[in-house]
């Protein structure tokens, strides 16, 4: 008697009206035929789609910079942010003649995801100083395999002519931020 | 023998001992952070100024408190000397100070450093800089050299303790680098492109405070966290062969020597041990590598503790906690 919400089990004989079952069975199609006439709780997807919020935590970008050479850097902080462990990446050193493809002296030669094991909680996008990894309103894909569900960087790359937006998702202090060009974080 | 009392706390030492090394064998929070001093290296230290300490009281003798902030790694204690150092407010405040002007020149690449995570000076920065920077102007940097196959320099992270100089002075037959040009523009460097190559050269990395020598064998192999530290040995007929193993799976992605809890090494290794034995099989494991709590390594990382000797640690850290006296207060602000 913790919670003051146990019941004591009374079983009485029934009345006539309560053995013959046709009021109660009434009573449940007049729920029933009530529901008819309700508007229904779920949508028609994939062809209808409810409209999400703006910084929904969808699928991840690795995003590129103005120049279109990424972003990522593969430093670490957003696999060991992760609480499911779901990021895994393999560093690599820039070559010569690689500039106008990777930012930094250092790249993710694989950059993976399991999106079976992502929880989307953004703590990835959070502990990023490259303003590289951020989470989309796009929903993953269903697929019949589990392999499928690992994303490597052909899937999390954005491409360089359709890029992603992300701006909605930077807060007022990262938008003013950028705006002081002559911090290096910046050029 | 002379009588100190630093925080609080007050040890007998014999003469000539620093500030630096008695508060180190009192131990605990007072211990003054050192970027340039290292206990196995002669002469290291007074480069930083991080281990400033405030000296209330000289000694019996003369009682008058010090001018200024002393380098406790260069003051030798006195008898009767009390001595203040996270008790007084103007050391912290000279700490930070300090953290900013080391901070000025570096380029703050930590993502892409290997030495991120285990380095002194971002340590340093998390307990007593500040977060942000006042710093516009243009870094310094430089050319970038080649000093060889093994170890890779980073003049622009340098931070000019010069403890590597220390290190092929002390523990190698032939320095063949030093620290070039004055002021603003010095650096280390090799005279006319000379590869580093001596037989202990490789202690340079371990002693390196920040990124600025690094293991190029370990070059962006994985950031250490991901790595699994055990301690291992081998008989070498070149050192002691006592080593901390980096390794990830059954691969060591990199040797290191055995540091204490200052992060000093006390037994430097060959370049053979560091370099050439990256086989699981050349070393008898010793267990896992003692990490401290608070490091990013200790992500996934368990090791056996005797608790018995915690308990000890504990009570005494409890018992150090009651001597500490605090600051006095502002005189301005009670009146």
């Known amino acids: 008697m913790l919670t003051n919400r146990s ?3 009374v079983k009485k004989e029934m009345n006539f009206w309560e053995r013959i079952y046709l009021p109660a069975i009434l009573g449940g199609i007049v729920i029933t035929i009530k529901h008819l006439f309700r508007r229904s709780a779920t949508v028609r997807y994939p062809e209808k789609k409810r409209e999400i919020s703006a910084i929904w935590r969808g699928q991840h970008v690795l995003k590129r910079d103005d120049i279109g050479a990424e972003r990522c850097t593969a430093c670490g902080l957003c696999a060991v942010a992760c609480p499911a462990e779901a990021i ?31 929880i989307f909680c953004g703590l990835c996008e959070e502990a990023c100083p490259k303003e590289a990894i951020f989470l989309t309103d796009r929903i993953i894909e269903t697929d019949y395999g589990r392999k499928g569900f690992v994303f490597g960087k052909d899937k999390l790359v954005e491409p360089v002519d359709q890029r992603v937006d992300v701006s909605k998702r930077q807060t007022p202090a990262v938008l003013e931020f950028k705006q002081h060009k002559q911090l290096t974080h910046n050029k | 023998m002379a009588k100190v009392t630093i925080d609080g706390a007050t040890i007998e030492v014999p003469d000539g001992t620093t500030i630096l090394n008695a508060a180190r064998q009192i131990g ?4 003054p952070p050192a970027m340039c001093y290292y206990s196995t290296l002669k002469e290291s230290g007074g480069k930083c100024r991080v281990c400033l300490v405030k000296v209330a009281q000289g000694s019996t003798k003369d009682p008058r408190p010090m001018p200024k902030l002393m380098a406790s790694c260069r003051t030798p204690v006195m008898d009767g000397m009390v001595v203040q150092s996270i008790t007084s407010p103007e050391v912290l405040e000279a700490r930070k100070s300090v953290v900013e002007f080391l901070l000025i020149n570096h380029p703050l690449d930590c993502p892409i450093c290997d030495q991120a995570g285990e380095c002194d000076l971002q340590n340093l920065a998390y307990k007593h800089g500040v977060a942000k920077t006042r710093y516009e102007e243009e870094r310094r940097t430089f050319e970038k050299i080649d000093i060889g196959d093994k170890i890779k320099l980073h003049m622009n992270r340098c931070i000019l303790c010069y403890r590597c100089t220390f290190v092929a002075n002390q523990l190698t037959d032939n320095r063949v680098h030093g620290v070039l040009s004055r002021g603003d523009a010095s650096e280390i460097s090799t005279y006319i492109q000379k590869a580093v190559d001596n037989d202990f050269s490789g202690n340079m990395i ?8 690094t293991d190029k064998t370990f070059r962006f192999k994985s950031r250490v966290w991901f790595t699994n530290p055990m301690d291992g040995h081998r008989n070498c007929p070149k050192c002691s062969g006592k080593v901390v193993l980096w390794t990830k799976g059954n691969d060591v992605l990199r040797v290191s020597a055995r540091t204490d809890q200052y992060n000093e090494v006390k037994e430097f290794i060959c370049n053979e041990c560091r370099f050439e034995h990256k086989n699981m099989n050349d070393w008898t494991i010793d267990g896992p590598r003692h990490i401290d709590r608070d490091s990013v390594i200790a992500q996934n990382h368990y090791e056996r503790t005797d608790l018995q000797k915690l308990k000890l640690e504990i009570d005494r850290q409890i018992e150090f906690e009651k001597g500490k006296q605090l600051p006095e207060p502002n005189p301005s602000l009670t009146a």
């Open chain 2, 206 to 213: 371990d002693v390196c405070p920040v990124g600025a020598l």
């Open chain 1, 7 to 9: 019941k004591v089990v």
């Open chain 2, 28 to 31: 605990g929070e007072s211990v």
């Open chain 1, 88 to 118: 895994t990446m393999i560093a690599a050193e820039r070559k010569k003649g690689e500039e106008n493809l990777y930012r930094e002296e250092k790249y993710a030669s694989t950059y993976e995801i399991n999106m079976l094991r992502c």
